[in-house]
């Protein structure tokens, strides 16, 4: 069984940084390409960014472009983001994904297998 759980959220003032880190059960977590969602109250869950298994590729939604770095560590079954000059606009619940078919790197949430069950980001203004 896969297991995703994500840690690093919180408070922060406009313009400051968060990283967000999630850890990955299971001995496959290499051939997962990794995804990050977040869903702000009352509005759909959104695409951030997402990893290809060997990071090599990486994708960012065009709101967070500039702003947000993912990365991932294969060794230590962990994929990270890290949130640099952080908007009101940020503040969501923020879900790490994990997308089991090698071949493809997805951008809707309906591409991902598993899923973590999500670390609150407040920015305050």
């Known amino acids: 069984q896969v297991q995703l759980v994500e840690s690093g959220g919180g408070l922060v003032q406009a313009g400051g940084s968060l990283r967000l880190s999630c850890v990955v059960s299971?001995?496959?977590?290499?051939?997962?390409?990794m995804g990050w969602f977040r869903q702000a109250p009352g509005k759909e869950r959104e695409f951030v960014g997402a990893?290809?298994?060997?990071?090599?590729?990486?994708l960012y939604a065009d709101s967070v472009k500039g702003r947000f770095t993912i990365s991932r560590n294969n060794a230590k079954n962990t994929v990270s983001l890290q949130m640099n000059s952080l908007k009101p606009e940020d503040t969501a619940v923020y879900y790490c994904?994990?997308?089991?078919?090698?071949?493809?790197?997805?951008?809707?949430?309906?591409?991902?297998?598993?899923w973590g069950q999500g670390t609150q980001v407040t920015v305050s203004s």
């Open positions: 994904s994990a997308d089991k078919d090698i071949a493809t790197m997805g951008i809707t949430q309906y591409e991902y297998d598993y």
């Open positions: 299971g001995r496959t977590f290499s051939s997962y390409s």
């Open positions: 990893i290809s298994w060997s990071g090599g590729r990486i």
